[in-house]
């Protein structure tokens, strides 16, 4: 059975910093990206890393704050979130293909996907 399970969300002040984990079990995926979503808003995509080549995306939003890295042993993906700002506050999701794309920033690009864990930045 193939799944994604997040962990590591929570509350944290602005300026601080939290990591996200996400474990992949029953399968070895070729991408897999963070997105996340407000009530009322869109999914939207948060950053992506290649499996093989370690390739990494990121919003605009996040850039220079935020550090998906992968640990291919563990099948294991991590989101390094620094300098959190309120804005950052969101359901955060992992998200993992079993196919090659060379598309990584929507949603349509995923086909499996965790079950969200909540990250709340807040003083």
């Known amino acids: 059975q193939v799944q994604l399970v997040e962990s590591g969300g929570g509350l944290v002040q602005p300026g601080g910093s939290l990591r996200l984990s996400c474990a992949a079990s029953?399968?070895?995926?070729?991408?897999h990206a963070w997105f996340r979503q407000v009530p009322g808003k869109e999914r939207e995509f948060v950053a992506a890393?290649?499996?093989?080549?370690?390739?990494?995306y990121y919003a605009d939003s996040v850039k220079g704050r935020f550090t998906i890295s992968r640990d291919n042993a563990k099948n294991t993906v991590y989101l390094q979130m620094n300098s959190l700002k309120p804005e950052d506050t969101a359901v955060y999701y992992c998200?993992?293909?079993?196919?090659?794309?060379?598309?990584?920033?929507?949603?349509?690009?995923?086909?499996?996907w965790g079950q969200g864990t909540q990250v709340t930045v807040s003083s």
């Open positions: 890393v290649r499996r093989n080549s370690g390739t990494t």
């Open positions: 029953g399968w070895i995926f070729s991408s």
């Open positions: 998200a993992a293909r079993d196919y090659y794309s060379s598309s990584n920033y929507n949603t349509y690009d995923y086909n499996y």
